[in-house]
């Protein structure tokens, strides 16, 4: 493949054509650890640039996988181990933020980081409000579909996509969509590109909605005798509070002990209870509704459940982020106390501590070695449902991972009528399970659809 390289390299130049060893062992990881060897990495800096390498990558018969900012957890922006495939960061694709502030929008490349759009559209008064522990680019939160622990008021990121520019297989570059909030003139073909991986196409720019940013939040720290009373909790939130709830999350006390371990400084919401789960809900409020109105609510919403034989053994409310900070520590946490094996599921929001239970009583008949550190969305049904193989027993053994995910993917998909992938995207981690799980006809329908989008030559690879 030396003919490629030195194709890529006189289109790009030898500093955005990488070769070396070292640096693309840094391209062979993700959020979740190495995956893959590529042959090289490219960093176009403009659409055209990236449509010219994608024609080159198909001259070659080289498959050509995009990569964001590589905070991704299902290998999506990962070369396989041939050797042979062609890692296109998006990273080159900033450029200027341009903030629409009257029609509540943000164009921008899609390389540009949430974090960086979230700063510029402050000044605006406005965000993108979809929140993670990672600071993704804009697109890969894209072709991943991203959701995150707003979702419940909010949504996913399909919501808040108005228009993207698109390079196809064939190196075409589209504009899809428009800035208009209404607009049902044409097909909404870049549907077609919003949680693809990259398989369609790959997002070079984007327009975005935004939304107002909250003046006020304020969180509540339920601790709960029993995980099952959750859902419960969660019903009435909303019934209680409406479109003021935008976020409620669920931990096992597991979770929350490794946050608390890890981070130093972090403290215990609950250093005088033992709490057998750990539920967090999110108000958010305007001029109209502010921090202490919304303290009010919540400790007068929580006062029934913590009377004798409540569902909350105690309650803590904190307008200072606290509490994100613990929820946002697990993930760092959990992987400091073993080798972690994710799934990353949603069942129907009323099965979820149900499932919950049959996968923990299952997981402890199995392999009563793994410590279940589970976390995830009660909100809309999402559940990271992680073990941890302590480093204290050494490696962990040859195909236990694979042997867990088919037990847990199994139970939430064939008894709950679930899902393996409920944010993260399939991704090379997870090929094997769709082409078990998912129904032959809609793997037909969707390979049908895809090879609309494929060149006679060139191939993109989940990205």
Same mark, same amino acid.
């Given at each position: 493949m030396e003919p490629l390289i030195a194709a890529l390299t006189a289109l790009l130049g030898p500093k955005h054509v990488i070769v070396d060893p070292p640096d693309l062992a840094g391209l062979a990881r993700d959020g979740r650890g190495a995956f893959g060897r590529p042959l090289c990495a490219v960093r176009p800096a403009t659409a055209a640039l990236v449509a010219d390498a994608l024609r080159l990558c198909g001259d070659f018969s080289a498959v050509a996988v995009p990569r964001g900012a590589g905070t991704g957890l299902s290998g999506g922006g990962c070369a396989d181990d041939s050797g042979s495939q062609?890692?296109?960061?998006?990273?080159?694709?900033?450029?200027? %933020?341009? %903030?629409d502030a009257a029609n509540r929008t943000a164009t921008v490349g899609a390389g540009v980081r949430l974090s960086a759009l979230n700063a510029a559209a402050r000044d605006h008064g406005l965000f993108l409000p979809i929140d993670l522990g990672a600071d993704p680019s804009i697109g890969g939160m894209?072709?991943?579909?991203?959701?995150?622990?707003?979702?419940?008021?909010?949504?996913?990121?399909?919501?808040? #996509?108005?228009?993207?520019?698109?390079?196809?297989?064939?190196?075409?570059?589209v504009q899809l969509g428009s800035p208009l909030w209404k607009d049902n003139s044409a097909l909404d073909l870049k549907q077609m590109f919003i949680g693809a991986g990259g398989t369609t196409? /790959?997002?070079?720019?984007?327009? /975005? +909605?935004?939304?107002?940013?909250?003046?006020?939040?304020?969180?509540?720290?339920?601790?709960? =005798?029993? =995980?099952?009373?959750?859902?419960?909790?969660?019903?009435?939130?909303?019934?209680?509070?409406?479109?003021?709830?935008? +976020?409620?999350?669920?931990?096992?006390?597991? =979770?929350?002990?490794? +946050?608390?371990?890890? #981070?130093?400084?972090?403290?215990?919401?609950?250093?005088?209870?033992?709490?057998?789960y750990v539920a967090m809900l999110e108000l958010s409020g305007n001029a109209v509704c502010d921090t202490a109105t919304?303290?009010?609510?919540?400790?007068?919403?929580?006062?029934?459940?913590?009377?004798?034989?409540?569902?909350? %053994?105690?309650?803590? #409310?904190?307008?200072?982020?606290?509490?994100? +900070?613990?929820?946002?520590? /697990?993930?760092?946490? %959990?992987?400091?106390?073993?080798?972690?094996?994710?799934?990353d599921i949603a069942v129907r929001r009323g099965d979820i501590?149900?499932?919950?239970?049959?996968?923990?009583?299952?997981? =402890?008949?199995?392999?009563?070695?793994?410590?279940?550190?589970?976390f995830g969305h009660i909100g809309d049904g999402g559940l990271h449902f992680n073990l941890v193989w302590p480093h204290q027993l050494g490696a962990a053994p040859t195909g236990l991972a694979e042997a867990v995910r088919t037990c847990v993917f199994d139970i939430v998909v064939r008894h709950y009528g679930g899902s393996f992938s409920a944010e993260h995207g399939v991704g090379p981690r997870n090929i094997d399970h769709y082409r078990r799980l998912v129904p032959t006809s809609?793997?037909?329908?969707?390979?049908? /659809?895809?090879?609309?989008f494929s060149a006679p030559n060139a191939i993109l690879e989940q990205g």
């Open positions: 062609v890692v296109i960061l998006t990273d080159g694709l900033g450029g200027a %933020i341009e %903030i894209i072709a991943t579909n991203t959701g995150g622990a707003r979702l419940l008021l909010h949504g996913d990121m399909r919501r808040h #996509v108005r228009a993207i520019e698109v390079v196809l297989n064939d190196g075409e570059i196409g /790959i997002v070079t720019g984007a327009t /975005i +909605a935004l939304t107002p940013l909250p003046r006020h939040q304020v969180t509540a720290m339920l601790a709960l =005798a029993d =995980a099952r009373s959750a859902v419960d909790l969660l019903l009435s939130a909303e019934s209680h509070f409406g479109t003021l709830l935008t +976020a409620f999350e669920g931990m096992s006390m597991a =979770a929350v002990q490794a +946050a608390l371990d890890h #981070v130093p400084g972090l403290a215990s919401p609950f250093p005088h209870a033992q709490p057998g919304l303290e009010t609510a919540l400790a007068e919403w929580c006062a029934p459940f913590l009377q004798e034989e409540g569902p909350v %053994i105690d309650a803590v #409310v904190d307008s200072g982020g606290r509490h994100w +900070a613990v929820r946002h520590a /697990i993930t760092e946490g %959990i992987r400091s106390r073993g080798s972690v094996i994710a799934c501590m149900a499932c919950r239970a049959h996968l923990l009583t299952e997981v =402890a008949a199995r392999w009563p070695d793994l410590a279940v550190h589970d809609i793997q037909t329908l969707s390979t049908r /659809i895809t090879d609309q």
